[in-house]
């Protein structure tokens, strides 16, 4: 790759959709960094991505512990550079027993706590972390991977607290992208759902591939200046908030 591709930070990335989105974008001519959660989780993804022909890099990023994210962000800099592309993947879905709870009332506060803390503080951590430097360089690219679970529009019970974080990850959206626009850089922040994906969250019987999930964040992360802007897709289409 020339000295001049963008560098992603892909956050998840060690398996699933983003493991599916890291490999697109290298592929692409991306320079690629896959945020996981340990050293152990580093190793384990470095030689999957080597078996797959991915030029893709692991960085150690635990999303869960927001304190500590701008302290691993600088150490990130400091060793490959300022991120251009940041795809804030990693998530939880931990309602209740098989991971979805019947009901609101059987959610427990630490359920709660846990799925807000990776869902929703962690992304928002590298948001204000990571924009500020886009929009002084005058390019950036963020993409939320968010789900029609998060949908105002239509919204039912049902795993509640996975729900809530994604309906407060496409509100964050909303309100980052309107402070780039404003900005006048060519700094893009949308969000979308991937669709119901065979990965160890979507379950087996899940109709679509990693890769298929994958494919809109992917446009999301490379679009050109004119694309949109704080929007909400599925199939590179918009959704209803």
Known sequence: MGKDAKLALVTGANRGIGFAIACGLAAGGVRVLAGVRSTEKAREAADAFRKAGAAVTPAVLDVADARRIPEALDGIARDHGPIDILVNNAAVLIDGPGGFAASLFDMTDDVFRRT?????????????????????????????M??????????????????????????????????TAASGADVKINACSPGWVRTDMGGADAPRSPAEGAETAIWLATLISDGPNGGFFEDKKALAW
């Open 146 to 179: 968010s789900s029609r679970a998060g949908q105002l529009n239509g919204m039912s019970a049902g795993f509640p607290a996975y729900r809530v974080s994604k309906a407060a990850l496409n509100a964050l959206t909303r309100i980052a992208a309107d402070e």
């Open 116 to 144: 807000w803390e990776t869902n929703v503080l962690g992304p928002s951590a590298i948001i204000r972390a990571l924009v500020p430097g886009m929009m002084a360089r005058g390019f950036g690219r963020v993409v939320n």
